[in-house]
């Protein structure tokens, strides 16, 4: 700091009295530019202070002994034979406790401390004594704080950064765990060296605020996570599967044997038979005039029956069922005969039931053939067909024929 003092006193003594008169000026008025660059001019009794701008001052008030002629003092007192500061007291000199006798001259800010023969004006703490005044003391220019300081009149405080928090000196800084702090992280938070990171759980996507956590709809991503319907939820999906099928795992689905459970209502004199999606209850005696039931289930058209001379001698009852959308030429059933006659031909024929001509045989040797599938068919479908197997014995003159009636149910769906 640069400080310049100056005095302006005049002195009038008449007789035995002597009075001071203190006439004050304000240099920060009359000296043009007091002060310069970045100081500022601060007055006081007796001459001014060039202090920083941003300095404090706490001034002392205006005594009307200062602007006003003290009352004179009679220049006759009594002999004091010990030193300025102190009394006689019997043969020997004593301290004057100026701050208990109120005679100091300290401001009312300062405190007043007593010492040996005089007494010290003391400021208070943050502040520093220039002159008679107490000028605030600019701890930020020590450094003493890690990241941010803060002047303030008599103090200062310490501030960190983003991320951090004063430690418990109040100085340093330490890292603050946002995480335990009330992070605004909606599912999980990790805490780094100054500052965090949220991160979701799986199925979720962070926000682009970056806390948030928005569901993934992983059933718009791809049509083959399963194999019938994919159910979006929050943070995953699952997998269903349409009535009669159930869940194989996570994403396959498989039919439903109602025949097997007994979750079927077949009712007496009918046999259950499953299909992909459900099932059939059809009759256990599925022979119609003129043909009758013999053993295994068979139809058989007595020869005795004239109608039966242009019929096919038995029928035998086959069910199976097959999904939709199969690839074609696909194998589909094969036919086997269970009587073979020495000598005999054998030929395999679809007889009826193909009208579209969506089926197909082929003789794979002289007792079997297989049925295929020309094209692709969508269910749900059924188709009766009745696959004839023509025997001829040119040895004996004699021809016969067997169908076997197959009842194809074509599922709705490609599984």
């Given at each position: 700091y640069v400080m310049y003092i100056c005095f302006d006193i005049q002195m009038t003594c008449k007789a035995k009295f002597c009075s001071l008169f203190y006439l004050d000026i304000n240099e920060c008025e009359t000296i043009q530019q007091a002060c310069q660059g970045e100081m500022k001019c601060f007055n006081h009794y007796g001459g001014y202070l060039c202090l920083p701008r941003s300095a404090s001052v706490i001034t002392a008030p205006e005594s009307s002994s200062q602007s006003e002629p003290s009352m004179p003092v009679e220049s006759n007192e009594a002999f004091n034979p010990c030193p300025v500061g102190y009394r006689a007291q019997g043969d020997t000199c004593v301290d004057i406790d100026e701050c208990e006798l109120d005679t100091h001259d300290c401001q009312p800010s300062q405190e007043c401390i007593n010492t040996v023969g005089t007494y010290t004006c003391q400021c208070p703490d943050g502040y520093s004594k220039i002159g008679i005044e107490c000028v605030d003391i600019d701890e930020c220019r020590y450094r003493y704080c890690q990241h941010r300081c803060v002047n303030v009149p008599g103090s200062f405080?310490?501030?960190?950064?983003?991320?951090?928090?004063?430690?418990?000196?109040?100085?340093?800084?330490?890292?603050?765990?946002?995480?335990?702090?009330?992070?605004?992280?909606?599912?999980?938070?990790?805490?780094?060296?100054?500052?965090?990171?949220?991160?979701?759980?799986?199925?979720?996507?962070?926000?682009?605020?970056?806390?948030?956590?928005?569901?993934?709809?992983?059933?718009s991503y791809s049509s083959f996570l399963c194999q019938f319907q994919c159910?979006?939820?929050?943070?995953?999906?699952?997998?269903?599967?349409?009535?009669?099928?159930?869940?194989?795992?996570?994403?396959?689905?498989?039919?439903?044997?109602?025949?097997?459970?007994?979750?079927?209502?077949?009712?007496?004199?009918?046999?259950?038979?499953?299909?992909?999606?459900?099932?059939?209850?059809?009759?256990?005696?599925?022979?119609?005039?003129?043909?009758?039931?013999?053993?295994?289930?068979?139809?058989?058209?007595?020869?005795?029956?004239?109608?039966?001379?242009?019929?096919?001698?038995?029928?035998?009852?086959?069910?199976?069922?097959?999904?939709?959308?199969?690839?074609?030429?696909?194998?589909?059933?094969?036919?086997?005969?269970?009587?073979?006659?020495?000598?005999?031909?054998?030929?395999?024929?679809?007889?009826?039931?193909?009208?579209?001509?969506?089926?197909?045989?082929?003789?794979?040797?002289?007792?079997?053939?297989?049925?295929?599938?020309?094209?692709?068919?969508?269910?749900?479908?059924?188709?009766?067909?009745?696959?004839?197997?023509?025997?001829?014995?040119?040895?004996?003159n004699y021809q016969t024929s067997s169908v076997l009636r197959l009842s194809i149910y074509v599922g709705p769906h490609a599984f």
């Open positions: 405080s310490c501030e960190c950064e983003p991320g951090f928090q004063l430690a418990g000196n109040n100085r340093s800084c330490v890292d603050a765990n946002e995480c335990e702090m009330g992070a605004p992280c909606q599912q999980r938070c990790y805490n780094s060296f100054g500052t965090f990171l949220c991160r979701c759980d799986q199925g979720y996507d962070l926000g682009p605020d970056g806390y948030s956590c928005n569901d993934i709809d992983e059933c159910v979006n939820e929050p943070g995953r999906f699952s997998c269903v599967c349409p009535e009669g099928y159930e869940l194989v795992g996570t994403r396959l689905c498989q039919d439903v044997n109602e025949c097997e459970t007994g979750v079927h209502q077949c009712g007496e004199g009918q046999v259950c038979v499953n299909i992909h999606g459900g099932h059939k209850c059809v009759s256990s005696n599925r022979c119609q005039e003129p043909y009758i039931q013999v053993p295994e289930n068979r139809c058989a058209c007595p020869v005795v029956k004239p109608e039966c001379r242009d019929l096919p001698f038995s029928i035998v009852h086959r069910y199976m069922s097959i999904t939709s959308e199969r690839s074609v030429p696909s194998d589909v059933f094969q036919i086997q005969a269970t009587s073979v006659y020495p000598g005999s031909y054998n030929s395999f024929r679809i007889r009826s039931g193909d009208e579209n001509e969506e089926f197909y045989i082929r003789q794979i040797n002289n007792i079997s053939a297989m049925l295929v599938l020309a094209r692709a068919v969508t269910g749900p479908k059924e188709y009766v067909l009745d696959l004839e197997m023509v025997s001829v014995n040119p040895l004996m």
